[in-house]
């Protein structure tokens, strides 16, 4: 009877060992739009699309709901762009790549950010490498990587789009 009470409270020890343990798991989710979101909000190292950084009225293919938009490229997604801030024809943006559409209110104040980072071996990469984020302005998520850009994917692979990008379609 004693060893039983003794297994049973070895048990219940261990759990409580690896429970936060796995909890700590949906925390990293959580971790990956944090870290987009800080990402997304330093703009030193970037390049505009078309080497602008003036405000563009959202297209009429546009799945976002703000005015106004403007988006650039970290270095490594910059390797991309031609001499006028557009994407090649064909290419992949390879690992690193980080693209940030920044969607402004009327008042030119940020909105939301919407972000594409390839990273092809992160827990929320979708298949073809891409950690999709939607982070408004003060942080508050919009919708968390852990979707794997299930509400994005449909729209930003429309015939037309380069590696799941379509500011060239539309700009
Ligand atoms: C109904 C279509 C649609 C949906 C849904 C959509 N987008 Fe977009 N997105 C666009 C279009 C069109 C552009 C080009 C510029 C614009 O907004 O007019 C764009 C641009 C972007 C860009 C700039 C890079 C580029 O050239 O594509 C990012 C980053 C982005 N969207 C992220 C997202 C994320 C993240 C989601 C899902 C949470 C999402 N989008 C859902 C249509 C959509």
């Given at each position: 009877?004693?060893?039983?009470?003794?297994?049973?409270?070895?048990?219940?020890?261990?759990?409580?060992l690896?429970?936060?343990?796995?909890?700590?798991?949906?925390?990293?989710?959580?971790?990956?739009?944090?870290?987009?979101?800080?990402?997304?909000?330093?703009?030193?190292?970037?390049?505009?699309?078309?080497?602008?950084?003036?405000?563009?009225?959202k297209?009429?293919?546009?799945?976002?709901?703000?005015?106004?938009?403007?988006?650039?490229?970290?270095?490594?997604?910059?390797?991309?762009?031609?001499?006028?801030?557009?994407?090649?024809?064909?290419?992949?943006?390879?690992?690193?790549?980080?693209?940030?559409?920044?969607?402004?209110?009327?008042?030119?104040?940020?909105?939301?950010?919407?972000?594409?980072?390839?990273?092809?071996?992160?827990?929320?990469?979708?298949?073809?490498?891409?950690?999709?984020?939607?982070?408004?302005?003060d942080?508050?998520?919009?919708?968390?990587?852990?979707?794997?850009?299930?509400?994005?994917?449909?729209?930003?692979?429309q015939?037309?789009?380069?590696?799941?990008?379509?500011?060239?379609?539309?700009?």
């Amino acid at each position: 009877m004693k060893k039983n009470l003794l297994l049973v409270s070895m048990t219940l020890f261990a759990l409580a060992l690896i429970l936060p343990a796995c909890s700590d798991d949906d925390g990293g989710t959580a971790g990956t739009d944090k870290m987009l979101f800080e990402m997304a909000k330093s703009t030193s190292g970037f390049t505009w699309f078309e080497n602008s950084d003036a405000n563009l009225p959202k297209s009429s293919g546009t799945g976002h709901s703000e005015p106004l938009l403007r988006t650039r490229y970290n270095s490594p997604a910059a390797t991309m762009l031609d001499g006028d801030g557009r994407i090649k024809d064909g290419i992949t943006f390879p690992d690193g790549s980080l693209i940030v559409k920044e969607l402004l209110n009327s008042n030119g104040s940020i909105g939301r950010y919407a972000i594409l980072y390839k990273q092809s071996d992160h827990p929320d990469a979708d298949a073809d490498g891409w950690v999709w984020g939607y982070i408004a302005g003060d942080g508050s998520v919009t919708e968390p990587a852990v979707n794997k850009g299930a509400g994005c994917r449909g729209c930003h692979g429309q015939a037309g789009h380069i590696d799941f990008n379509l500011m060239n379609k539309f700009f």
